[in-house]
């Protein structure tokens, strides 16, 4: 299993990996969510660029990148844009997504960058090969709002993800029940035993689902996603107690 390691981290290595999001609309709100994040127990932040009120002006973006990569020194910065379409704040067009993402990688303030695995493979080879171009690692992504795919579903997902390149492929789907979480639970560990090669990030949202973001280490799921001030998806913990869950965990596996 290779890892991943970015700044002072090893993803895939030790316990999961816990990386808020940053979802202030404005750039005050983003940057006291930036300063806050300096005090909690998180290893990754993510800015959901989507909840930016000047999300598609990209000299604004890039200004806000700049502020965030010196206000969260080496913490390491994920930026995503999650799109309507899997459950974010704005829609976009393709063509304008691929763009802001590769020149976000590009300016040197990001260390990861979020991609959409299913808006069309063509542009998803383009953002990765810009990112890496750039040294920016890539998470590719793909959420399901509405339901839990079964399990051989899931696994064929990840897998494509992983084919396509992304460095850590992620999957976030919506339980009806708590036998959906365990289709996601035993999706999770199938896939790291028999086919992952790199780390892997999977998430059963809702209250119903929360046992998946604490139980990564024992199935193979990489990193976990809590809330530092406001939640960017259902069922996310705050980082604390999310933190004390996963330790707790850790001493009895």
């Known amino acids: 299993m290779n890892t991943v390691k970015i700044r002072n981290i090893e993803i895939g290595s030790g316990l999961p990996k816990i990386c808020a999001p940053i979802v202030g609309t404005t750039k005050d709100d983003i940057m006291a969510e930036a300063e806050n994040i300096g005090r909690l127990p998180v290893d990754i932040a993510e800015w959901r660029v989507d909840w930016f009120e000047h999300a598609c002006d990209f000299s604004k973006v890039e200004d806000v990148l700049k502020d965030l990569r010196t206000a ?123 086919f992952a090669d790199r780390p892997i990030v999977t998430i059963s949202m809702s209250e119903t689902g929360v046992l998946s973001r604490i139980y990564g280490e024992a199935l193979g799921s990489a990193v976990t996603f809590g809330a530092a001030k406001n939640v960017s998806a259902p069922g996310q913990m705050e980082v604390n107690d999310l933190s004390t869950a996963i330790k707790l965990l850790h001493e009895y596996l």
């Open 72 to 194: 969260l020194g080496e913490t390491p910065l994920l930026m995503t844009f999650r799109t309507s379409n899997e459950g974010g704040e704005k829609s976009i067009k393709y063509d304008d997504y691929a763009e802001l993402v590769i020149r976000a990688a590009e300016t040197g303030y990001v260390d990861m960058v979020d991609v959409e695995v299913f808006i069309g493979t063509d542009i998803v080879k383009e953002i990765i090969a810009g990112a890496h171009n750039a040294g920016v690692k890539v998470i590719g992504s793909n959420h399901n709002f509405n339901k839990t795919p079964d399990k051989d579903e899931i696994v064929e997902r990840l897998r494509n993800m992983q084919e396509l390149g992304v460095d850590i492929p992620k999957i976030a789907v919506m339980p009806k029940d708590m036998k959906d979480v365990i289709t996601l639970l035993a999706a999770t560990e199938e896939m790291h035993r028999e």
